[in-house]
């Protein structure tokens, strides 16, 4: 527990922040894509070197320069003469807001805005102490300015937050509706000595640059006076417009941005900025970037025209996207917006999840980026398939290969080539199952309930063990070989019923693409794995694992059939079942335990009845180990399936399992090629009579026939136990969804922070 005296209202609360990953391309902040020519990078080096032969003394802290160069621009740009004296300009749009909230917003004081909107908005209301209040905007993200009006005479605000565009939506302002909203504005700020006073309107114009041909800019009504006469003062001095160089300028690393009011509201904000708070470097450096204004503005047009395009292509294929006028275009909806949001990542292409549910917002960048983006877009429903059909192939084609089967054994001449034709086509499309199966699991549950889903799938798989051979032997002196085959085979009748039980469709929410070529899905689901830390981590367990598992599967008939029956051994391996059975039900019943500590445990479980095996010396020991290996084994499974759903885009998921299993099957095939061998030939030589370790582990271990092959087993099990480092790191220690998420929906007019 911190002692530390934080304010309240900010415990709980983390730093504003947007993923800063190493991707291709990143179009999730909004930055213009184009850096600075040469030309405009030896402009700002020779004003930065001049400027640096002052830096003793404090720089200018009104900068009359940059203001005057800052009017300059916007008359051009908009076409609004205003004076310098109404421009004013800090460290980022951000902090120009801040010093408009500072002036005016504080305890008692409210600011009102519309959502979905910039995701700051409350925050600068909150570190200002200013209570925050939002009204819905209309379904197509515009505003209605006679419900504005009357939010403004109810809540009083003194502050309000208009984004034109509008950020995460694109959505741009009318001036009639401005001049609504500030006429609605006068005389319904807070109450004073004086009495009511207006209601400071703020259009937030980050963006304005990049509005389209013949959409006005708010400054227009800044250029406005009262009566309509040059002496006049202003028609509306409760208005400000801020502005950014970092977007259209491409000069987010500068952190200048800069704000148009009248003279009265610009000296209210001098009241509140910090001293010299706009350094002699940033100052020359902004002058020198406005002194290439046309260069840097013929970039903006070429945005524009990759915007538009944007627009008309999603549209194309089905989705929403809205007109912007702003570098970004919002698009969707998704019923799993996370989802697309995870798949475009791992193909190397950085989106943001932010604003309404179920939508996207791409930022605008070069056509290069755009075009990669419009592939991975296009590519993002890899697995496309619905999941159920993926699952009633797998086990409809089963059924047809065992149909091969019996109909071979049923033939006056037994075919042998055709039970294995059979049997290898049952056994392949089974294959399809499994993978889709789990796949669909994260369809269905919410990720809190991971762990128990897991633990039910591995139960089922494990009753599936035990059941089989008790009613295969028991049906068989009765109907037969066909008679099993055929009731196996009818199986797939409850495949069919349970899998259209499941209403909702088992794929991913996006749009329909073709993903391209088998090999391409497989590179790609390859490359998104070894890309993924903790996956990465699971899979390298989950390959040692299935050697050791191999291990034991290979050695243990041998070791125990020259001393027991073949009825004991089968004993034996129903009690190993059992615990898989028991393991995953503990595992259900515990909940939602943490990936890492389910495969630290079952590692140590696994591990250590392993290496007590060449001590147990009757079969109710080897049993009990049996028991406790594969109870363990339900819980290293249960880990490591958490972590694949958890890291794993949901419309990668029935690739991602089927090359998990195809990777980890290794394991397997490298224990049955070198257990034999090994045991055979270095370890059984070792527990002879004569062998070099009698003396040593004789006595505990026993020497003879099967006790190297124990030995071997319970180096096996030292080794799971040296993977639980491995389990124990800190990327599975810290495993969380690979996503982001942004949201500021209020679906209604209500408070939403209090100082």
């Known amino acids: 527990m911190s002692t530390l005296p934080l304010r309240p209202g900010l415990e709980g609360e983390e730093p504003y922040g947007a993923p800063e990953l190493d991707v291709p391309v990143r179009l999730n902040v909004n930055e213009n894509p184009y850096a600075p020519s040469g030309a405009v990078v030896d402009s700002i080096a020779r004003a930065a070197a001049r400027a640096a ?106 502050v309000v937050l208009l984004a034109s565009p509008n950020n995460p939506t694109g959505t741009v302002l009318p001036l009639d509706d401005v001049r609504a909203v500030l006429e609605a504005a006068r005389g319904h700020g807070p109450a004073g000595a004086n009495g009511a006073a207006d209601a400071v309107v703020v259009i937030d114009e980050a963006y304005g640059e990049f509005r389209r041909p013949g959409v006005p800019s708010a400054l227009e009504l800044l250029a406005e006076r009262a009566d309509g006469g040059e002496g006049s003062g202003p028609r509306y001095p409760h208005l400000a417009v801020t502005r950014t160089m970092s977007k259209a300028f491409g000069a987010a690393g500068l952190r200048l941005g800069y704000l148009a009011a009248s003279r009265e509201l610009v000296d209210a904000l001098r009241i509140v900025r910090l001293p010299y708070h706009l350094s002699a470097l940033t100052q020359a450096a902004a002058l020198a970037a406005l002194s290439h204004r046309e260069e840097l503005m ?114 006056p001449e037994p075919s042998l080539l055709l039970v294995l034709a059979g049997v290898t086509v049952s056994s392949c499309l089974a294959a399809l199952t499994e993978p889709a199966l789990r796949a669909t699991v994260n369809e269905l549950v919410p990720a809190e309930l991971y762990t128990r889903a897991s633990s039910m799938l591995q139960m089922a798989s494990s009753s599936k063990f035990l059941l089989s051979p008790f009613l295969a032997g028991a049906l068989m002196p009765r109907i037969g070989v066909a008679g099993v085959l055929l009731i196996d085979a009818s199986t797939f009748v409850v495949t069919l019923i349970c899998t259209l039980h499941v209403r909702r469709r088992a794929t991913s929410p996006a749009i329909a693409a073709d993903p391209g070529s088998l090999v391409a899905q497989l590179r790609a689901t390859a490359a998104l794995l070894h890309r993924d830390a903790p996956v990465r981590t699971v899979v390298l367990l989950g390959s040692l694992l299935t050697v050791v598992l191999g291990t034991l599967q290979v050695l243990l008939p041998p070791v125990l ?10 004993t034996v391996q129903s009690v190993a079942a059992f615990g898989m059975l028991a393991g995953a039900l503990i595992v259900g019943l515990l909940g939602k335990v943490p990936s890492w500590a389910l495969l630290a445990t079952g590692l140590a479980g696994l591990g250590a009845s392993m290496a007590l095996f060449p001590l147990m010396h009757s079969l109710v020991g080897v049993g009990a180990c049996c028991f406790v290996v594969f109870a363990s084994l339900a819980w290293c499974n249960t880990g490591a ?50 062998g070099p370790l009698v003396e040593l582990l004789g006595s505990a271990i026993g020497i003879g026939e099967g006790r190297g092959t124990t030995l071997l087993i319970a180096l096996c099990g030292a080794g799971a136990i040296a993977l639980i480092p491995i389990s124990m790191s800190r990327g599975l220690r810290e495993i969380r969804p690979a996503r982001e998420a942004s949201e500021d929906e209020d679906p209604a007019l209500q408070p939403a922070t209090a100082h």
């Not at 798949?343 to 179920?358: D, W, Y």
């Not at 993926?390 to 033939?411: C, E, K, N, Y």
């Not at 059939?561 to 089968?570: D, R, T, W």
């Not at 980890?664 to 049955?672: D, I, N, R, S």
């Open 641 to 690: 399936d958490v972590v694949v759903r958890t890291r794993v885009a949901d419309d990668h998921q029935g690739r991602a399992w089927g090359l998990i299993s195809l990777i980890t099957q290794t394991g397997f095939l490298l224990a049955y090629a070198a257990s034999g061998p090994l045991a055979d030939h270095v370890f059984e030589p070792l527990l002879r009579p004569d």
């Open 53 to 158: 032969g002052g830096l003793n003394r404090y720089p200018d802290r009104d900068f009359p320069a940059l203001r005057r160069a800052l009017a300059d621009y916007l008359a051009v740009e908009s076409g609004a003469r205003l004076g310098p004296e109404g421009i004013w300009a800090a460290n980022g749009s951000n902090e120009v807001m801040l010093h408009v909230l500072q002036a005016f917003g504080g305890p008692g004081r409210t600011c009102l805005s519309f959502t979905p909107t910039y995701s700051m908005y409350p925050e600068y209301a909150r570190d200002t102490l200013t209570d925050y209040v939002t009204g819905p905007r209309r379904a197509d993200f515009t505003l209605d300015a006679a419900a504005v009006a009357a939010a403004i005479e109810r809540v009083r605000p003194a």
């Open 298 to 411: 013929s970039q903006v047009a070429s945005l524009r025209a990759e915007r538009d395009a944007l627009v008309a292509w999603l549209r194309e294929r089905g989705l929403t996207a809205h007109d912007s006028d702003a570098n970004f275009v919002l698009f969707g909806p998704f019923e799993d917006r996370d989802a697309v949001w995870r798949s475009l990542l791992e193909r190397g292409v950085l989106i943001r999840v932010v604003g309404p549910a179920g939508y996207l917002r791409v930022s605008i960048g070069t056509p290069d980026e755009m075009g990669a983006f419009r592939t991975a877009l296009a590519g993002v429903l890899a697995d496309r398939h619905d999941r159920r059909t993926m699952m009633l192939l797998g086990d409809g084609g089963s059924a047809l290969g065992l149909a091969t089967v019996l109909i071979a054994v049923t033939r």
């Open 561 to 570: 059939l020259p001393l027991y029956p073949v009825s004991q051994v089968g």
